[in-house]
């Protein structure tokens, strides 16, 4: 396994007069590795997030996963998950309903379904919370549920933008901990978009600093 890797890869935003986002961006993440973007507001980073989940279109070079071209897989055949900033959470189900959704998807028996959100539960320090609306949790404990809800169906690679940055200040220290210790305890490799460099330093193996579009 070699992870993932981006190879010169070039967004551009606009019609007659193109606005590029990502300018020739190369980078990799290992197996188990978390790797940081880090970068004002405006420098690529989300959009070069964006690219190599699929959600953003790629207007050169190419996203590459085990030796694997997936620069034009969609989005939900790529195998990699994505947490937002707010977590977008579905507000009508539990957390154990929220977590279980991408198993949902894959259609698991519900006795292996139940032992995944279990699992996912413990993992991320919500145990017997399963039955809870998440409505009446709090900004960080619903972030956990959107880190599990991701970590369910077991991507291969985990993409994070500023998954952080809705939280206080003292929270947000905090949890960049809890992140970084859940990420390898569940062996994900994963990309962490923010702005933050104390939280970048804490939550990742490595930081890449971009600039202008451009890794600085």
Not at 19 to 24: F, K, R, Y
Request: aromatic share 2%.
């Amino acid at each position: 396994m070699t992870g993932l890797r981006v190879d010169n890869v070039v967004v551009r935003y606009g019609g007659a007069h193109p606005v590029t986002a990502v300018d020739g961006v190369s980078l990799t993440v290992a197996p188990g590795e978390t790797v940081a973007l880090l970068g004002p507001s405006g420098c690529g980073k989300s959009s070069l997030l964006g690219a190599v989940v699929g959600i953003v279109d790629v207007d050169a070079g190419q996203v590459v996963w085990d030796d694997e071209d997936v620069t034009d897989v969609e989005v939900h055949r790529r195998g990699f998950g994505l947490v937002f900033q707010d977590g977008q959470l579905f507000p009508h189900r539990s957390v154990a309903r929220n977590i279980s959704f991408g198993l949902e998807m894959q259609r698991l028996p519900a006795t292996d379904k139940r032992a995944r959100v279990l699992e996912l539960l413990e993992l991320v320090g919500l145990d017997g919370l399963g039955d809870r609306p998440v409505t009446d949790l709090s900004g960080g404990q619903r972030q956990r549920v959107a880190l599990a809800r991701s970590l369910a169906p077991q991507p291969r690679l985990l993409a994070l933008d500023e998954p952080l940055s809705a939280l206080d200040a003292d929270l947000r220290g905090r949890l960049a901990i809890e992140v970084r210790d859940i990420l390898a305890a569940a062996g994900t490799a994963a990309l962490v978009v923010t702005h933050d460099p104390a939280e970048a330093e804490v939550m990742a193996t490595r930081v890449l600093r971009m600039r202008d579009g451009r890794l600085a």
